[in-house]
């Protein structure tokens, strides 16, 4: 949707992306056809069906939200903001605009994820934390040492980009719960005008810590949804056989 209000192609899903869809779609379809297998248990599996599809919804709108956000950032060549153009602001604030609803999208989709692996796999991570995060979940499969699979290389795909995940959960939880963050800004700036320059932040940095953690959140839905193909076909088939 978006790449076409930006006048470009329309996407085309492939490598891991596409792969990371697939799996999901088939996940959905084994989830619906458990509901008519266990009809005692349809609304919980009804339940995951619906959470599944709206995780492919959450990882679309996040892939384009981090492409817009990279295409306005290729419109802004000026550090400061005094220099800037009209045209050159608005791109400005467009990059702004993805770059915020990005990150903030990034933990949503996590702890959404989180939650789907909870209910799936029943870590009862609520009872540790009741209103437990994505992070929360990981910590709970080594607790409970269960599905250590799955939940040793959730947690090593997260390793590996920790340190760009953690400046972006820095910024999510500064414009989300801190009103007077926006406040230091709007001073830090005034005081930069009135040496007579204000610079835009690094915008390459900031720009490559949203893209890196939306690859860590592709290919956690692609490990998770991966190994849940493999675990409720499994399920199925000792089902079958004790038939």
């Keep these: 949707m978006l790449r076409s209000l930006l006048g470009e192609p329309p996407r085309k ?18 989830f619906r056809n458990a509901m008519d297998m266990h009809l ?41 903001m005094n220099d800037m153009g009209s045209e050159e602001k608005g791109d400005y604030a467009r990059y702004v605009y993805f770059y915020k609803d990005g990150f903030i999208r990034v933990f949503s989709l996590l702890d959404k994820l989180g939650t789907l692996l909870n209910e799936l796999y029943e870590l009862n991570t609520a009872k540790v934390k009741p209103h437990y995060s994505y992070f929360t979940v990981l910590r709970q499969f080594q607790y409970l040492k269960v599905h250590r699979d799955l939940g040793n290389k959730l947690t090593s795909i997260y390793e590996g980009r920790k340190d760009y995940v953690s400046r972006l959960r820095r910024r999510r939880n500064m414009e989300i719960h801190y009103m007077n963050a926006e406040m230091q800004d709007d001073l830090w700036h005034k005081h930069q005008a009135m040496q007579g320059r204000l610079e835009v932040e690094n915008l390459d940095e900031h720009l490559a810590d949203l893209t890196e953690s939306y690859q860590m959140v592709l290919e956690s839905l692609h490990t998770a949804f991966k190994y849940t193909l493999f675990y409720i076909s499994n399920q199925s088939n000792r089902n079958n056989m004790q038939k």
């Design 13 to 30: 899903n492939e490598g891991l992306f596409a792969d990371t869809l697939e799996a999901m779609e088939r996940t959905a379809g084994l």
């Design 40 to 80: 005692e248990q349809k609304q919980d599996y009804f339940k995951l069906q619906v959470w599944t599809y709206g995780l492919i919804s959450s990882i679309d709108e996040l892939e384009q939200c981090t492409y817009a956000a990279a295409f306005f950032r290729r419109a802004v060549h000026t550090r400061l």
